[in-house]
C-alpha cells in the first residue's frame, strides 16, 4: 500500500471512532493526521525532484557516452594500447636533399646522424630547460 493509501486509510479509522475534535485526544489525532498529511506531500515533492533528477543523470550519462566514443573512438585515436614511452620517433626532412627521415629519440637526443640518402651529417641544437619537471632527457 502506498503512502497516500495508508494516510487515507488512517483517516477513516480516526473518523470512525467517533472522537470529538474538541477533545484532547481529538486534537492530538487531528494535528497527528495533519503532519503526516504533511510528510506524506514532502515526500511526493521529493519522489519527484528524485525522479527528474535522475532522468537529469540519465541524460548527462549518455552525453558522456556520447563524448568518450569521440574523444576515445578507436579508429581515430592516436593512442595505442602498445604504444612505449621509449619509442618517441621524429619525422625530419634533410635540409640538402629533401628527403623525409624518421629517427627516434634516442638518435636525436646524440646530437647528430647521418642522412642515409645523401650522407649530409644533420646536427640539432638543444636549449637547456629550467623546468626541473620537465621531461625532456637532453640536459642530463
Given at each position: ?82 604504444y612505449d614511452e621509449d619509442d618517441v620517433e621524429f619525422e625530419v626532412e634533410c635540409p640538402s636533399c629533401g ?17 642515409p640518402e645523401c650522407g649530409e651529417v644533420l646536427e640539432f641544437e638543444f636549449d637547456d630547460c629550467d623546468d ?9
Amino acid at each position: 500500500m502506498e503512502t497516500k493509501e495508508s494516510l487515507g486509510y488512517l483517516k477513516g479509522l480516526a473518523e470512525g471512532l467517533d472522537i470529538d475534535e474538541a477533545s484532547k485526544e481529538g486534537k492530538v489525532l487531528k494535528a497527528i493526521i495533519k503532519v503526516l498529511d504533511e510528510l506524506v506531500e514532502d515526500i511526493d515533492t521529493m519522489t519527484e525532484g528524485l525522479m527528474e533528477l535522475g532522468d537529469d543523470l540519465d541524460a548527462v550519462d549518455e552525453d558522456l557516452a556520447s563524448l568518450e566514443e569521440f574523444v576515445y573512438d578507436e579508429d581515430d585515436c592516436c593512442c595505442d594500447d602498445d604504444y612505449d614511452e621509449d619509442d618517441v620517433e621524429f619525422e625530419v626532412e634533410c635540409p640538402s636533399c629533401g628527403a623525409e627521415i624518421t629517427v627516434d629519440e634516442e638518435t636525436v637526443l646524440e646530437g647528430k646522424f647521418e642522412c642515409p640518402e645523401c650522407g649530409e651529417v644533420l646536427e640539432f641544437e638543444f636549449d637547456d630547460c629550467d623546468d626541473e619537471d620537465c621531461d625532456c632527457h637532453h640536459h642530463e
